[in-house]
């Protein structure tokens, strides 16, 4: 971080036999765009990162052939034949551009092959920037969260480079801008990240292993939706006709609406109800792996001694938040999550908002309906129970307040046994 905070590099430019002698001929940071695919090479570097090794022995115009340019002290670098201190506010400008032109090479990439970016891709944009250059960049690499932000970012760590990940959700300066660009989205970056990279608000992506493993559930909920949908469909078109399709769904559910539905509609629906039978089918083989990747997990045993939480709401819960670690107290677990209440306090004035709904939605809704069993009929007791029962008496707001209340607690309370791994107790101070 400090190298990109204010980088001391010394670059000659200048050509002919008495150029090395004029201070007036060097530049420092110089890169240029060479060919098509925006690659970069830059010139001549000459600094102390090797002892000045490459450079000419007339450096200095009181250095003699074979002689040693000597090094200036930490925080100056030389200029001709003196020694100088750093000037961050002139070095950043070219180091925001040439972030601003990394940024630039992977889009053109990208846009060039119409499709993702691979690794390959990188590893090629990487051997374009000369070792020097990569270097100065290894803290220089800001990125936005998006789709591909997981993987770019592991990639990059691969090759090098520290990598911060900001959260654009706390970047308003930049994402609700008048005057919103790629270049002054990049120049806004550095900027904030030279000046402190909390700033950033960054965030840590899980890693391959745990985006693996969180893909079959997304899978699993994404055809879960694709059968609802279906099904809901299938319902409307058979209510029109006067005709009710079975109320429970199992796994020969399109089967049994099948041979429920009149004859004229059953050319219309066939393929429908056949496609909700072979999701049914999909459902339970993600459940089969799933349970199989929650056996990998230690923890999952002492999450799931909780009435309500069951193993996909537990496994999700693990991967979504990487590791136990994370956090330094389990109540920045329901921040986390968005269950926490916004706050727009100014004064006196201090409203009653909802909450901030930011993090994971799936992981979320999943919470909220381990609460709605917790406080239903069939929620065994206990002190989570009771509490929430307790916030609930009012009406019907104050019961969705309740809902939410304990799916906030159930966030904290699974984490806190993540950590300690102690197990559920229902009435801990009795306990």
Not at 113 to 127: I, N, Q
Not at 201 to 209: K, N
Not at 237 to 244: E, M, S, V
Request: aromatic share 6%; proline share 5%; hydrophobic share 40%.
């Amino acid at each position: 971080m400090a190298s990109f905070a204010c980088p001391i590099r010394i670059d000659r430019t200048g050509s002919g036999s008495g150029s090395a002698n004029d201070p007036a001929s060097w530049n420092r940071y110089t890169y240029t765009r060479s060919d098509p695919v925006n690659r970069w090479d830059h010139r001549g570097l000459c600094d102390e990162s090797d002892g000045y090794s490459n450079c000419p022995d007339d450096t200095e115009p009181d250095a003699g052939p074979g002689d040693k340019v000597p090094q200036c002290p930490t925080g100056e670098h030389r200029e001709g034949n003196r020694c100088v201190k750093n000037n961050c506010q002139t070095e950043f400008p070219k180091i925001a551009e040439t972030l601003e032109n990394l940024a630039t090479d992977i889009l053109q990439i990208t846009a060039q092959k119409d499709a993702d970016v691979t690794s390959a891709d990188l590893l090629a944009l990487e051997r374009t920037l000369d070792s020097d250059v990569a270097n100065e960049l290894a803290g220089a690499s800001r990125w936005k969260p998006g789709a591909q932000s997981a993987w770019i970012s592991r990639e990059l760590k691969r090759l090098g480079h520290e990598v911060i990940v900001a959260n654009a959700r706390e970047l308003k300066w930049i994402t609700s801008s008048d005057s919103k660009s790629d270049p002054v989205d990049a120049h806004k970056l550095a900027r904030l990240a030279r000046a402190d990279v909390k700033l950033l608000a960054p965030i840590e992506h899980r890693s391959a292993e745990q985006q693996t493993e969180l893909a079959l559930i997304r899978a699993r909920d994404a055809t879960l939706r694709a059968r609802t949908l279906l099904i809901n469909t299938a319902r409307s078109i058979a209510k029109g006709f006067g005709a009710r399709l079975p109320k429970s769904i199992t796994a020969r559910f399109g089967a049994r609406a099948l041979a429920a539905l009149p004859e004229f509609l059953k050319t219309a629906l066939w393929g429908l109800l056949e496609q909700i039978d072979a999701l049914s089918r999909q459902v339970a083989d993600y459940d089969q792996r799933i349970l199989a990747v929650a056996e990998q997990h230690p923890e999952m045993e002492r999450l799931t001694s909780i009435p309500g939480v069951g193993t996909l709401t537990a496994l999700t819960f693990v991967l979504t938040l990487g590791r136990a670690d994370r956090f330094a107290h389990s109540r920045d677990v329901a921040g986390f999550l968005g269950l926490r209440p916004k706050q727009r306090q100014s004064g006196a004035r201090d409203p009653q908002l909802g909450i901030s709904k930011s993090g994971d939605p799936y992981l979320r809704k999943l919470l909220v309906q381990c609460s709605h069993y917790i406080l239903g009929h069939w929620g065994p007791d206990s002190a989570l129970r009771r509490w929430g029962l307790a916030k609930a008496e009012g009406g019907k707001k104050a019961s969705l307040r309740a809902i939410v209340a304990v799916a906030r607690k159930l966030a904290v309370l699974l984490h806190r046994l993540w950590t300690t791994g102690d197990f559920y107790k229902p009435f801990p101070q009795s306990a």
